[in-house]
């Protein structure tokens, strides 16, 4: 056997057992940690809200998948998840990935730190089979926060690939999801919540009866705008 074909078997070996599962794509943002007092999480588009539960005293886990599952959503649950956790549409108006941004809003008391070990997002389509997902690659370490829900978060947000990826299937996305696994936590609740790159997401379109009522001052003001003009020639 010469160099070259052993070569190709050594490359084609280490390419077999590489892993395919895993996918990082999650980054932090610029700004990292933001301000966000008086929110409150009933303001947010909270993805996932956990707390630690049943002995569980430092630590954490869970996810929130298609239709709101919460099992074989990529993140084995390892503490109590709210019932403030739901899927999230794409928000209203955004059309490239890269706009999206993900916060980490962790409750500790006293400002303490908390390990954040993995936090996943999945796009979904019309099945319980994410058509895209991004993780972290490693663990990080959060040496302080700001206590309370709603008064701080660190953003994350999708690399360029992730993020060109994402925008591939975008139009197809119809729920979001999350997941996250913590050690150290203080009993929680800490949330994933979507936003954007412009701050917290609304992603509601306009009620009709809201529609109804612009388009009803609109007619009032094309009428006022008339008889003006009527006067006036008068």
């Known amino acids: 056997m010469n160099l070259s074909n052993l070569a190709h078997k050594v490359v084609v070996g280490i390419c077999c057992f590489l892993p395919t599962t895993a996918f990082a794509g999650l980054i932090q943002s610029s700004p990292f940690e933001l301000s966000m007092k008086g929110m409150g999480s009933g303001n947010l588009e909270t993805l996932i809200t956990l707390q630690t539960q049943n002995g569980n005293v430092t630590s954490e886990a869970g996810c929130i998948g298609f239709d709101g599952t919460t099992s074989a959503c990529g993140i084995s649950q390892n503490g109590k998840i709210k019932n403030s956790s739901s899927m999230e549409p794409v928000p209203f108006g955004i059309t490239n990935a890269t706009d999206l941004r993900f916060i980490f809003n962790a409750s500790q008391p006293a400002g303490s730190s908390i390990d954040l070990n993995q936090l996943q997002i999945s796009f979904y ?64 609740q800490d949330t994933v919540f979507l936003a954007t790159a412009a701050g917290p997401s609304n992603s509601a379109t306009p009620e009709p009866g809201s529609c109804a009522l612009l388009g009803a001052g609109i007619v009032a003001l094309s009428l006022l705008a008339r008889k003006v003009r009527q006067s006036s020639k008068r």
């Open 125 to 188: 389509g019309t099945s319980a089979t994410p058509l895209f997902s991004a993780s972290l690659s490693a663990p990080i370490t959060l040496s302080s926060t700001q206590p309370g829900t709603g008064n701080s978060g660190f953003s994350f947000q999708l690399d360029s690939i992730a993020a060109a990826q994402a925008n591939a299937i975008l139009g197809s996305v119809t729920q979001i999801g999350a997941g996250l696994a913590a050690t150290r936590a203080s009993g929680g």
